[in-house]
């Protein structure tokens, strides 16, 4: 289990090992609510990142983008974009991504390196219920930035999947690739990425059998360009059912890239993907 995984697994400790009367089901925040003061994000805080400071996020170092009110709370959109320079001088290593009210608050926490060109990723979420939404950036010398936002979205986490059951197992693990740029002109380009999981919660009703579908989600992921580390994620079930990722990268030669995923099943999917272009 790599650093990543390790950190993920202690914060959702925190909360699977909580008492019971601390275990009550998280509320939705209001609106205006101070993003400071939640305590759930207190405990994510110092499961993370300790006492170290966190600076609050202006526009010109991180942009944290997603909707007020999402329409679907199962698939909300989100992107998150470092303004800071990537590359071998200093860079953006890392992006948490939390929502405070989901069931368990730390979503994703995505690895880059000076190959990626730019540290940004945009993917779908799960949001259980009105919540602070945040992003926060750590360079590879250790520094804190914080973006947040609020989001109105409610039963993410608990909706029933969206596709069928057979043909979501028929196609586990296939995988699209999307590039849009000149991998031609040396310049960061965008790769989206789409991986067939059901990424199942184990909070949803199987509405045939009204039995509660067994968690089953994906865990990390592993991109790779030229041999080299471009893009990599450690996982929760906030994700949405086939999980969706666009990010940058630099091109070297082609723009074919190297994909390796893994399940909270221990089933391994992997390819080396030649992209579609935009």
């Known amino acids: 289990m790599n650093r990543l995984a390790r950190t993920l697994a202690a914060a959702a400790f925190v909360f699977a090992a909580a008492p019971a009367s601390a275990a009550e089901p998280v509320r939705a925040f209001a609106p205006d609510a101070d993003p400071a003061a939640s305590a759930i994000w207190q405990k994510v805080r110092a ?5 170290r400071e966190i600076a609050p996020a202006g526009a010109d170092v991180l942009e944290l983008l997603a909707p007020s009110r999402a329409v679907d709370a199962g698939v909300v959109p989100v992107a998150v974009h470092s303004r800071l320079p990537q590359g071998a001088a200093g860079y953006v290593a890392t992006i948490y991504l939390i929502v405070d009210a989901n069931p368990s608050p730390v979503s994703a926490i995505f690895r880059f ?3 990626s060109g730019r540290a940004q990723v945009e993917t779908r979420l799960r949001v259980d219920q009105y919540s602070h939404l945040r992003a926060i950036a750590e360079t590879d010398d250790g520094r804190l930035f914080m973006a947040t936002r609020f989001v109105k979205a409610s039963g993410g986490c608990s909706a029933a999947p969206g596709s069928d059951a057979a043909a979501a197992l ?11 740029g000149d991998p031609a002109a040396a310049q960061p380009v965008l790769a989206q990425l789409q991986i067939s999981h059901p990424n199942h919660t184990g909070l949803a009703m199987d509405q045939l059998t009204r039995q ?5 989600f994906l865990r990390q992921l ?3 360009h030229a041999g080299r580390l471009v893009f990599a994620a450690d996982l929760d079930f906030s994700i949405s059912e086939n999980p969706w990722f666009r990010f940058a990268f630099l091109p070297r030669g082609d723009a074919r890239l190297e994909v390796e995923a893994s399940d909270t099943q221990g089933l391994r999917f992997a390819g080396v993907l030649t992209p579609v272009r935009e």
């Not at 499961?47 to 006492?51: A, E, N, V």
């Not at 028929?170 to 849009?180: C, E, I, K, P």
Request: net charge positive; glycine share 8%.
């Open 222 to 224: 592993e991109v790779r």
């Open 170 to 180: 028929a196609s586990l693990g296939q995988m699209r690739l999307r590039v849009s």
């Open 47 to 51: 499961s993370l990142f300790g006492t």
């Open 212 to 216: 509660v579908t067994p968690a089953h």
């Open 113 to 115: 390196t000076p190959d």
